[in-house]
């Protein structure tokens, strides 16, 4: 199935209202923070193991979940690393968590940790652990204790990758530029802060017929309908559950294998995503691209 990218709307529904999250999360703050990250090496699919697509950082219990998302599978090379920087609010230390393959005598992949000030290009990392770091197709996580970030309740991070095939060694960060995302977001005065939600195709710029990927991400579980509209009509596509996290909207088995291809007219367009909660709260996201001859 084809689908015209600018004819497609998608609207979830989230099963809790704000009140039942707060009852969760004190003060209903959402325990995930989230980036989501253009495909920038899409004309070179060899690199794209260290492409970040999404990362997040998720508090569960007494931990932090640290993941990161690339656009092809993660490599078992030594010359791979995958981390995050973390500044706690009004603290001038960066603390930096990076994952790496041991060395080659011990296979396997390590969490080291490190600090820097501001203005510093690196830091000094040592060895915090081995078996808190997994991974799975192309999906880094490592989990670490609350504590190893110190008496901090709010931080702003962002993750990196950096792979050095000889002399050169090149990277990736997420956000872009000097950007961060903040920990936790929302809060009391923000009355839908129980959940976010995200949309982003693969590139800003797509030729007619070209296909894309559309990245979605939600902070919970939702019913997620896809819809068509055209001419001031709108047809249901799929509807379906989904589960917190990543997905790529062409692989949810409710639309069927479908694909997103661009189409004419030519001119920038967009995607949107609304996600409802019981009790009125609503969230939108957009994704903005350019169809070109």
């Known amino acids: 199935m084809l689908l015209r990218m600018r004819a497609v709307v998608l609207v979830a529904l989230v099963a809790t209202s704000c009140g039942a999250c707060a009852t969760a999360f004190a003060q209903c703050y959402t325990a995930t923070s989230y980036a989501l990250d253009l495909r920038e090496v899409w004309d070179k699919p060899e690199l794209a193991?260290?492409?970040?697509?999404?990362?997040?950082?998720?508090?569960?219990?007494?931990?932090?979940?640290f993941a990161i998302?690339?656009?092809?599978?993660?490599?078992r090379q030594l010359t791979s690393s995958y981390g995050f920087e973390v500044k706690a609010d009004a603290s001038p230390t960066i603390l930096v968590f990076e994952a790496?393959?041991?060395?080659?005598?011990?296979?396997?992949?390590?969490?080291?940790?490190?600090?820097?000030?501001e203005g510093e290009a690196?830091?000094?990392?040592?060895?915090?652990?081995?078996?808190?770091?997994?991974?799975?197709g192309d999906t880094l996580t490592f989990e670490i204790p609350a504590d190893?970030?110190?008496s901090a309740t709010s931080f702003s991070w962002s993750a990196y990758s950096r792979y050095k095939p000889g002399t050169v060694q090149l990277s990736d960060r997420v956000p872009d530029g000097e950007q961060v995302v903040s920990w936790p977001v929302g809060g009391p005065a923000d009355s839908c802060s129980c959940f976010q939600v995200g949309i982003l195709t693969d590139r800003p710029q797509y030729k007619i017929g070209d296909f894309a990927t559309i990245s979605l991400y939600v902070t919970t579980d939702a019913v997620l309908y896809v819809t068509d509209v055209s001419g001031g009509v709108t047809s249901m596509l799929g509807r379906g559950s989904v589960k917190a996290g990543l997905?790529?909207?062409?692989?949810?088995?409710?639309?069927?294998?479908?694909?997103?291809?661009?189409?004419?007219?030519?001119?920038?367009?967009?995607?949107w995503i609304v996600v409802q909660a019981a009790g009125g709260c609503e969230r939108r996201g957009v994704t903005r691209f350019v169809v070109v001859k």
């Not at 692989?251 to 367009?269: C, D, I, N, Q, Y």
Request: proline share 7%; hydrophobic share 40%; aromatic share 8%.
């Open 49 to 65: 193991f260290f492409d970040i697509r999404a990362a997040s950082v998720t508090k569960i219990g007494s931990q932090f979940q």
């Open 247 to 271: 997905h790529d909207l062409s692989s949810l088995s409710f639309l069927k294998g479908a694909k997103f291809v661009a189409a004419p007219p030519l001119g920038p367009e967009e995607i």
């Open 100 to 117: 790496s393959m041991a060395t080659a005598g011990s296979p396997g992949w390590r969490l080291r940790k490190g600090h820097r000030s």
């Open 148 to 150: 190893e970030l110190g």
């Open 69 to 75: 998302t690339v656009w092809d599978q993660l490599p």
């Open 122 to 136: 690196s830091a000094e990392l040592t060895p915090l652990c081995t078996a808190c770091v997994r991974t799975a």
